[in-house]
C-alpha cells in the first residue's frame, strides 16, 4: 500500500524518456552538452568494455596463427583454420560438445527454475524473522569457493571411511564410488551447483515479487482466490518478464560451466563424462602452452554461447515478451 | 609493532646504501666488452618455484644476500601451478633475470629455450670453479639441441623406493620385503592381520594417491623391468613403456592389490597431503614414493602414532635376482635449468655477474645456509658436520622454501644427522647405480610437442580404468591403437628418425 502505483511512475520515466529523445533529434550535437552529465556517467563503464572486454578480443587474431610468444603476433606464422580443423578432427570433440551441452542443459532444466519456487515459497512466509532467517541461511553457500566445497564433497563421500558410505556400509548396502564413476559425477556436479547457488539465485526473485501490486492481490482475494491460485495468476505472471530475462542472461552464461569447479570434479575415471570446453583449454591451453589452439577452442565456445543467446531471444519474442536487445 | 618499525627503518636504510653502490658499481663498468667487477652487488631478480605454503621470511635471505653480495628479489610460483604460471610469463615476456624452468618436456618451454630468449652458457662455465664442475653428461642431458640454456640443477638420479612400517613388521614376525611377492604378502598382512592391534579391520597395505609418476605404480613398474617412458632396441625402434610386458604386470599387480583391498579404495582420487595423513594416522603401512620423505612421514606421525617405526627398502625386484634391480630416474636427473633471458639480462657484463652469483650459490656455505639455515638459529651442527635441525617450525618457515633454490642437492660435507634421512641419502645414492634412463628425453617430436600431454591423458585413464576393472586386456589394446591413431604412431616415428640423427 505503500507504494501506491508503480506502474504509473514507470509510465510517466517512459514519456519524459520519450521527450528528451525527440528534443535530442531536434537540437543534434546540443544533446550532448546538454546532457554531458548523464554521458559522463556513462563513461567508467564505457571504458571499462572497451579495455577489458573489447580489446581483449584482438587477441582472437592468435587462433589463425601459430603463435610464439617470442615472435608477437606480429610475426608468428599464420596457419589459417589448421587449429579449428584440429578441433573438429580430434576424437574428444564430439564428448567434449555432449558433455558441455548435456551439463548446460542440466543447469537450465533443473537448476533454473528452482530459485523461482524458492522464492515464491518465501513470499508465502509470513513470520518475517523466521523469513530472514531462511533467507541469510541459504545465501551462506554462495560465499564458499569450489574448492571448499569439493573438499567437503571428498570428506562425505569417499570410499575410504566417509560419511555417506560408511552410512551406506551400515545399512547393509553396497559402498558406491561417487568420486570415481561416471554415472555419478553429473548429479553430483548438480548437487553442488544447487547447494552452492540456489539461496542466492532467489534475490532477484523476491526483488521483483516485492513490487507486486498488492491491490491485485486485494481484487483476487475479493474473486476467492486461495494462495495458489493467487500464485498462479498474480505473482507468477507479474515476475514473467523478470523470469524471461533472466532466463535469456543465463542461456548466455551458462557455457560457462565452471571451470574451477569441473576442474577440481575431474579424474582419470570420470572423463568421458566431465570433460568439458574449460577444462580442455585448460589443459590443452595453459598446461601443454598450446596457446593458439586454446583459443580456437575458446572462440568456438563464443560462438556456440551467441547462437544459444540468439535463439532464446528469438524465442522469447515469439511469445510475446521482450527479449534482452 | 615496534620490531617492525625497525625493520622496515633497516630496509630502506639498506635500500638506500645497495642503490648508492649499485650506482657507483655501474660507474665503474664497461658494458659493452663483457668486462665485469666481481666485487660489485648485483641486483637479482629470480622466477623461482615455491614447493612450501607460503614464502619464506627475509632472515636466511639477509644472510643469503650478504654472503653472494647481491639483493635479490624472488617472484615465487607455487609448484602446482608452475606450468600455466610459466607458460603465461613466457608468453607476456614478464620474466626475471634468473628464471627457474624445471619442465623442459613442455612444448612451450622448449620452443622457449630453441627460439634464442636466453642466454647460452655452456661457454663461460669454465671461467667459474663450482660450474666448471658440473660433469659433462650432465650438461649434454640437460641440453636442448647440443645447446645449453642455463644452469643445469643437479638432482640425485633416482629418489624412488619402498616406506614401510617396521612396527607392524615386526609385530606380525615378518622380514623386509626383497621381492614384489613379498611386498605383496607383506600388504596382506597389514590389511588382514590387525597391525595396530586394535582389533578393527581398519589398515590397508598400500596408501597411494592420484598419481601413476610420482606415486606407487611407476616405481612399482621399474621393479617388473618396465623402461622409463620410452625403450629403444638395438636397430634404433622406439618402444612406449605402456606397450612393454613390464606395465601390464605392473597393472595387474595394482589391480590384484585394489581388488583385495591391500590399498585404499579411493587411491585415484587422492591428494599427496591425503596420503601422508593416511599413513601418518596409521591407516596404512606401505608409501611407495620418494625416500626422503620418511623423515616427513615419522614427523608427521609425533603425538597420532607414537610407535611408528620406519623402514625403507630399495632393492625390490619381480624375480629376486639382484641383477634385474632397477628404477626409473625422474627427467633423467636433470632437475631444470636456471635461465636467464635476454630481454632482463641486457649484455655479457651482466651475464657474468649473475653467473659468479649461482656460482657462489654452490658454495657449501650457501648450501647449508639454504638447506638448514642459520647455524644457533635453526640448526646445530656436531664435529662430524652433522646438522640437527633445532627449531623445526622456524625452519619451516624461513628455511625450508629455499629448497628449491638450491642449484645443486647433494655432495657436500655437511649432512643430516637424522638416521632415516641419512639412511634415504644413501639409499638415494646407491640408486643411481641402477638407474633408469629416459632415452627419449633428449630427442625431438613435433606431435608429442604440440598433442604429447593430451594423448599421454588416454593412456594414464585407461590404465586407472585397467586398475580398477573398468576394463580389461583387450580394452587397454584398444586404448593403445586409439593413441597409435589419434598421434602416438607419429611420435614414434619421429623418435625414431630423431634417435636416428643422434647416432650418426
Redesign the interface.
Known amino acids: 500500500m505503500k507504494m501506491s502505483n508503480p506502474m504509473k511512475v514507470s509510465d510517466a520515466a517512459a514519456l519524459k524518456l520519450e521527450g528528451t529523445k525527440k528534443a535530442t533529434k531536434r537540437r543534434g550535437q546540443y544533446g550532448i552538452l546538454r546532457n554531458k552529465f548523464l554521458y559522463l556517467m556513462i563513461l567508467p563503464g564505457f571504458i571499462y568494455f572497451v579495455i577489458f572486454k573489447y580489446l581483449p578480443m584482438g587477441g582472437l587474431i592468435i587462433s589463425f596463427q601459430d603463435y ?4 608477437g603476433i606480429a610475426d608468428s606464422p599464420w596457419v589459417g583454420l589448421k587449429h579449428f580443423i584440429r578441433l573438429f578432427t ?3 570433440f564430439f564428448m567434449l560438445l555432449s558433455n558441455t551441452l548435456i551439463l548446460f542443459a542440466l543447469n537450465i532444466v533443473i537448476f533454473f527454475p528452482l530459485p523461482i519456487i524458492l522464492a515464491l515459497m518465501l513470499n508465502e512466509v509470513r513470520h518475517r524473522y523466521f523469513k530472514n532467517a531462511i533467507q541469510t541461511i541459504i545465501y551462506i553457500p554462495h560465499f564458499m569457493s569450489w574448492v571448499i566445497i569439493v573438499s567437503i564433497t ?1 570428506v562425505f563421500l ?3 571411511g566417509g560419511v555417506i558410505n560408511e552410512m551406506l556400509a551400515a545399512m547393509g548396502f553396497q ?1 558406491i ?1 561417487f ?2 564413476s561416471p554415472e555419478w559425477l553429473r548429479t553430483m556436479y548438480m548437487a553442488q551447483i544447487i547447494w552452492k547457488e540456489l539461496g542466492w539465485s532467489t534475490i532477484i526473485y523476491l526483488a521483483a515479487i516485492t513490487v507486486v501490486d498488492t491491490q491485485l492481490y486485494e481484487a483476487a482475494e475479493m474473486d476467492g482466490a486461495g494462495r495458489l491460485r493467487k500464485t498462479w495468476h498474480v505473482t507468477l505472471p507479474a515476475i514473467r518478464p523478470v523470469i524471461i530475462t533472466l532466463l535469456i542472461l543465463k542461456i548466455g552464461t551458462t557455457l560457462d560451466l565452471g571451470f574451477e569447479h569441473m576442474y577440481l570434479l575431474l ?3 570420470n ?1 568421458e563424462v566431465a570433460e568439458i570446453f574449460d577444462t580442455y583449454i ?3 591451453g ?6 593458439s ?1 586454446s583459443t580456437a577452442v575458446g572462440l568456438f565456445k563464443g560462438l556456440v554461447g551467441l547462437i544459444l543467446i540468439m535463439m532464446a531471444n528469438k524465442l522469447a519474442k515469439k511469445f510475446g515478451e521482450d527479449g534482452v536487445y | 609493532m615496534k620490531k617492525s618499525q625497525i625493520i622496515a627503518m633497516k630496509k630502506v636504510a639498506a635500500v638506500v646504501v645497495s642503490s648508492a653502490l649499485i650506482l657507483t658499481a655501474c660507474g665503474g663498468e664497461n658494458a659493452s666488452s663483457g668486462v665485469y667487477d666481481a666485487n660489485s652487488k648485483a641486483e637479482i631478480s629470480w622466477l623461482n618455484i615455491l614447493h612450501t605454503a607460503s614464502p619464506p621470511t627475509d632472515t636466511v635471505l639477509n644472510k643469503l644476500e650478504e654472503k653472494t653480495n647481491s639483493d635479490i628479489t624472488f617472484s615465487w610460483i607455487p609448484d602446482a601451478s608452475k ?2 604460471r610459466i ?2 610469463a ?4 614478464s620474466l626475471s633475470d634468473i628464471v627457474t624452468l624445471t619442465l623442459l618436456d ?4 622448449r ?2 629455450l630453441k ?1 634464442g ?1 636466453f642466454w647460452e652458457v655452456e661457454p663461460y662455465l669454465k671461467d667459474y670453479p663450482n660450474l666448471a664442475k658440473i660433469p659433462p653428461e650432465t650438461i649434454k642431458s640437460a641440453s636442448i639441441g647440443g645447446k645449453l640454456y642455463g644452469v643445469p640443477f643437479q638432482k640425485d638420479l633416482a629418489r624412488n623406493g619402498v616406506t614401510i612400517r617396521k612396527d607392524w613388521l615386526d609385530k606380525l614376525g615378518l622380514e623386509v620385503p626383497k621381492t614384489t611377492d613379498e611386498l605383496m604378502a607383506v600388504a596382506k598382512a597389514f590389511t588382514e592381520q590387525d597391525p595396530d592391534g586394535n582389533g578393527a579391520n581398519d589398515t590397508t597395505g598400500f596408501v597411494d594417491r ?1 598419481d601413476l609418476v610420482y606415486g606407487a605404480f611407476k616405481t612399482l613398474s621399474s621393479y617388473f623391468g618396465t623402461p622409463n617412458n620410452w625403450q629403444v632396441s638395438e636397430d634404433g625402434k622406439m618402444t612406449p613403456e605402456f606397450m612393454t610386458e613390464g606395465y601390464m604386470k605392473t597393472m595387474n599387480y595394482m589391480k590384484d592389490l585394489y581388488d583385495k583391498g591391500y590399498i ?3 587411491f ?3 591428494a599427496k597431503t591425503d596420503q601422508q595423513q ?1 599413513f601418518a594416522q596409521g ?1 596404512a603401512g606401505i608409501y611407495v614414493g620418494a625416500l626422503f620423505d620418511s623423515k616427513n612421514l615419522l614427523n608427521m606421525s609425533k603425538g597420532v602414532q607414537d610407535d611408528m617405526e620406519l623402514v625403507m627398502a630399495n632393492d625390490i625386484t619381480s624375480t629376486g635376482n639382484e641383477s634385474d634391480r632397477a628404477i626409473w630416474a625422474a627427467n633423467n636427473g636433470i632437475g631444470g635449468l636456471l635461465s636467464f633471458p635476454r630481454s632482463e639480462v641486457k649484455d655479457e657484463a651482466e651475464l657474468k655477474r649473475i653467473l659468479k652469483f649461482v656460482n657462489d650459490l654452490l658454495d657449501e656455505d650457501s648450501f647449508a645456509l639454504m638447506t638448514y639455515g642459520i647455524e644457533g638459529t635453526h640448526y646445530k651442527v656436531d664435529d662430524k658436520d652433522a646438522a640437527t635441525i633445532t627449531n623445526t617450525d622456524l625452519w619451516q618457515q624461513e628455511v625450508q622454501p629455499f629448497a628449491s633454490s638450491r642449484p645443486k642437492e647433494s655432495g657436500y660435507n655437511i649432512h643430516d644427522a637424522d638416521p632415516l634421512k641419512q639412511m634415504a641419502d644413501k639409499m638415494i645414492a646407491d640408486n643411481a647405480n641402477y638407474a633408469v634412463l629416459n632415452p627419449a628425453y633428449a630427442l625431438e617430436s613435433e606431435t608429442y610437442n ?1 598433442q ?3 594423448l599421454q ?1 588416454m593412456i ?2 585407461a ?3 585397467y586398475i ?1 576393472g ?1 576394463i580389461d586386456e583387450n580394452g587397454f589394446n584398444q586404448a593403445i591403437e ?1 593413441w597409435k591413431s ?1 598421434g602416438g604412431s607419429s611420435i614414434i616415428s619421429e623418435y625414431e628418425a630423431s634417435y636416428k640423427a643422434t647416432q650418426s
Open positions: 610464439q610468444p617470442y615472435l580430434e576424437p574428444t571428498y569417499t570410499v575410504d559402498k564410488s568420486l570415481t579424474n582419470s575415471l572423463r585448460y589443459t590443452a595453459l598446461k601443454n602452452g598450446q596457446l589452439f | 606450468e600455466e607458460n603465461t613466457l608468453a607476456s615476456d613442455n612444448s612451450s618451454v620452443n622457449a627460439s630468449m592420484n585404499n579404495k579411493d585415484a582420487v587422492t593416511k591407516k604440440t604429447g600431454s593430451e591423458k594414464v585413464d590404465t586407472y580404468k580398477l573398468e586409439s589419434a
